[in-house]
């Protein structure tokens, strides 16, 4: 007997809210999976590349995961190195911020009749506080570098081993499908898993080329500009650029507020701003359009929701990895009739129709 609208929309409602359990309480596990599998699904076509060179699965595997980590691991001593170069401006910063602060308690001071000796007073009660929880963060830096190598050890793993199971993962979803929806449909799903693996891996292609084009692009703008530390400055805008639409405004304000503290004039903060408003307008209409357009056509605002709700259940790993997920799930909506309407609902209604016009496939 079929069951009322109510009890299948009750049954929806249970489904979605065991699975945002499921994620965030099983978040230590999942996430580095989620990151391992995405990586893995980057590195098959060079995997594959290897693999034609003779080499085996498993060293091309292994091969392919450490080149990749030690890329990774440059970039992070990269910035760890400038950022040790800028924090010998802190003193610089530490004056600017003294005079800030005068400025400051003298405004206060006159325009809302609150003497100078009870702000400092405050403030020092603030400053007095978190000096007690001085050694509590240090203690936390080393747990969290510890658990940082902790979960790179566990990807690398994780990546390596679905690289090497690659085939018999994908054979064992294409059982389940021939189980449960008969063998008519094993050449569409394996049609699906295609493209899944193909949309992962040219999305996360495109978005770190963009990262690494903006990485110079900004490095020689604030070196012109005259920014020191430009480097550390230009590389971490770029990578914080992944995080779609929040990523590229928080970095460069930041860029933006550490000159407005260490100029004297408004004239160079001023100018980074313009520099930046131009970056993410290329970046907008020319280089990711170009680049990861057409990869994952979800429309703003579902991308715009899977990134606040990555950030809710898995936080900063959800931000990034939600946008990729939400792209793998239009795939499998398109290609389901009971859920092409859910497809249609979070893509992006004008590539569809370029797409069908010019009668090229959706996923590229």
Known sequence: ???????????????????????YFAKPFLIPVAIGAMMAMLLVPVCKRLERLRLSRGLASVICVLLTLTLLLAVGYLLFSQLIALGKNLPTVGRKLNDMLNSGHDFISEHFQLPVDKQKQYLQSQIAGVSDLSGKFIGDIFRSILSFLVHVLIITAYSVLLLIYRRRIKDFVLALVSYYAGSYRVVEAHDVVSKIAAVASAYLTGVFSVALIFSVINTVGLTLIGIENALFFGVMVAFINIIPYIGSVAGSAIVVLYTLITRDSLFTPILVAVFFIVMQQLDSYVLTPKITGGKIQLNALFTLMALLLGSLVWNVAGMILFVPFLGVAKVIFDHVDALKPYGNLIGDRDSQLSTESTKKPAIS
Request: proline fraction near 4%.
């Open 1 to 23: 007997m079929k069951s009322s609208p109510i009890a299948r929309f009750n049954q929806v409602l249970l489904f979605i809210a065991l699975a945002f359990a499921i994620l």
